[in-house]
Nanobody, 120 residues
Framework: QVQLVESGGGLVQVGGSLRLSCAAS????????MGWYRQAPGEQRDLVAT???????NYADSVKGRFTISRDNAKNTVYLQMNNLKPDDTRVYYC??????????????WGQGTQVTVSP
């Protein structure tokens, strides 16, 4: 079994910063892409940022220049540094990882979600 455990969400004022972490554990052979997504009630889950195992990144236009995704392959952990937060960033944030449990098996896993609330 594989688990993704997120931490770091919370309440912050406009212009503030938060750092999210997501650690993968369990039966892991290797981890390919990792990423962060976010979702508001009644809306679809949207991509925030992704990062390949080699460190190539991709960001949603709405967060470019404010958010930074990074990962520590030795710790099976992905991070999201969020700066200059805006009220529209208020969402539940989910981490995602493309994980191989062996050379033959590969699945996409999701964390449980962490709430980020930005107050005006």
């Amino acid at each position: 079994q594989v688990q993704l455990v997120e931490s770091g969400g919370g309440l912050v004022q406009v212009g503030g910063s938060l750092r999210l972490s997501c650690a993968a554990s369990g039966n892991i052979f290797s981890i390919n892409d990792m990423g962060w997504y976010r979702q508001a009630p009644g809306e679809q889950r949207d991509l925030v940022a992704t990062i390949t195992r080699g460190g190539n990144t991709n960001y949603a236009d709405s967060v470019k220049g404010r958010f930074t995704i990074s990962r520590d392959n030795a710790k099976n952990t992905v991070y999201l540094q969020m700066n200059n937060l805006k009220p529209d960033d208020t969402r539940v944030y989910y981490c995602n990882a493309d994980i191989r449990a062996s050379t033959l098996t590969r699945s996409s896993y999701w964390g449980q979600g962490t709430q980020v609330t930005v107050s005006p």
